[in-house]
C-alpha cells in the first residue's frame, strides 16, 4: 500500500473510532437526510464520507459565535486559526461568560496537534519500538492541562458548557443555535431530521462534528514545519539552530526532550516534542489571574479544582499536561497560568529555576525568596526534579545565556508553514 493509501487508511480509522463511529465493516451508511447521530457500522468509503461531511460541519461550528451565550465568541475566538489555533493575544487567560466579562483559570492551549494524544491514564507504559516497556511513566494522556478528556468530542463539550467561556446554560441552548444556524440543513443530513428534536443528541453531535473538524490534517497536523523539512533533508538549519537542537537534546544540558521528543518515532511517524505526560514544575503564581487574587485558591491541575475525580490524591497535585512546542514560538504567554510571555523567559525558567529563584519568584518583606509560590509545600515532593531543574540556590546552571538563545532559535524552526508571515 502507498503512503497515501496508508494515511487515508488512518484518517478513516481515526474518524470510526475515536469520535464514536463503529468500525468500517461491510454495511450500508443511512444517507443524507436520513442520518443518524449513531450510524452504526460503515464502509471504509462511507466512513471516509461522513467524516468529510462533519469536517465540514464542524469547522462552520467552530467559526461561528452564535452558538456562544454572548453570541460574540465562537471556538475560533480563543483557538484562532492563524495563532496555530491557540490565542492570538498575550493574556494569560480569556475573557468569555455571557456578557464576554468573566475571566478563565488557565492559559488556552493550542489545539493542533493532539490527534496522537493516547487517552488519560495514571500507569502509561512506553510501546514495545518507542521505550522500555516496562518503566511505568505515570500519569500521561488526555486533553486539556489536567487530561481530563480523551477525546475531541468530549474536550467540545467543555467550553460550549464552560459559564467563564461560552457559557451556554444546558445542551437546549446550544440545540436552539443550532436551529438558527446557516448550516442547519447540513447538520440534520449528517444527524437526522429530527436530531435538533432532542437536545442531548443534537449536544453529542455538535461535540461530534467539532472533534471531527479538529482531526482535519491540512489544519491541525501538517508537520509543515522547517525542522519537518530538515528531517527529510529538504533544507538545512543555521549554525545556531543546529547547537540548540543538540543543548535542547542533551541530557546534561536543556534535557528537553526527555519530555518534548524531537526525534521520528521507530516507525517513522514525525516528533510530537511532547510525551504527553503530566508534571509538576512550580511555574510562579500568576497575578493577573482574578482567581488567584483569594489566597485560599491553588489550581493544583490533576488533582483539583477542574478535574474532580483526583481530589484528595497529593501525589497528583500540581501536576499539568506537558504541551507539544510545536508553534510554540507563536505564543504570548506560556505554561498552564501564563505567566511568562516571552519564550526564552520560559526556556531561562527551566534553566534557573533552582539555581537562581530570587530571579522568578516573589520575596517576603525580609528579603526571603518565596520559592515555589503557586504550589502549597505538602506537595513539593511532586515537584519535576530532572535537568536541569533540580539544582541548589548558587549552582552553575546547565545552560549559559547564549545556550538558551541557541534553543530559543531552534524552538523558532518549529512553527508550521502556514503560520509563518507572507505565506
Known sequence: MTTGGWKSLMIAAAATSIFGFAVPLPATVVRAGTGSVHPGPMS???????????????????????????????????????HAFGPASAAPVEMG??????????AVP???Y?????????HFYDSEDEGDESVDNGPTGGLTWDGRADRGSDQAKIPLRSPFEMANKDAAAVT?????????????????????????????????????FEQSAPDFYPYSSRYDAFLA??????????????????????NCASCHLSEPANDGEPPQFTDFG???????????????????????????????????????????????????ALRKSFFHNGYFHSLRDAVAFYATRDTDPGRWYPKDADGTVKQYDDLPRAYWANLNQDPPLGKKPGDRPALSDPEIDDIVAFLQTLTDADQVPGH
Open 44 to 82: 471504509r468509503a462511507d466512513a471516509f464520507a461522513r467524516a468529510a461531511a462533519l469536517t465540514a460541519i464542524g469547522r462552520k461550528m467552530f467559526l461561528d459565535p452564535s452558538l456562544s451565550a454572548s453570541g460574540k465568541q465562537a471556538c475560533s475566538s480563543c483557538h484562532d486559526p492563524h
Open 97 to 106: 461568560g455571557p456578557h464576554l466579562d468573566q475571566h478563565g483559570l488557565r
Open 110 to 112: 493550542s489545539l493542533r
Open 114 to 122: 493532539l490527534q496522537a494524544a493516547p487517552a488519560f491514564t495514571e
Open 176 to 212: 436552539s443555535a443550532l436551529r438558527k444556524a446557516a448550516y442547519a440543513d447540513d447538520f440534520k443530513a449528517a444527524f437526522g431530521d429530527n436530531v435538533l428534536d432532542h437536545p442531548d443528541d443534537a449536544f453529542d453531535a455538535a461535540a461530534e462534528a467539532l472533534g471531527t
Open 233 to 254: 533533508g529538504k533544507t538545512t538549519l543555521s549554525a545556531q539552530e543546529l547547537r540548540g537542537r543538540a543543548l535542547f537534546e542533551d541530557a546534561a544540558k536543556g
Open 278 to 328: 503530566l508534571i509538576a514544575v512550580a511555574v510562579p503564581r500568576n497575578r493577573a489571574i482574578p482567581a488567584n487574587a483569594d489566597p485560599a485558591y491553588v489550581d493544583l491541575g490533576l488533582c483539583g479544582p477542574l478535574r474532580t475525580d483526583f481530589k484528595g490524591r497529593a501525589d497528583y497535585c500540581g501536576l499539568f499536561r506537558t504541551p507539544t512546542l510545536r508553534n510554540v
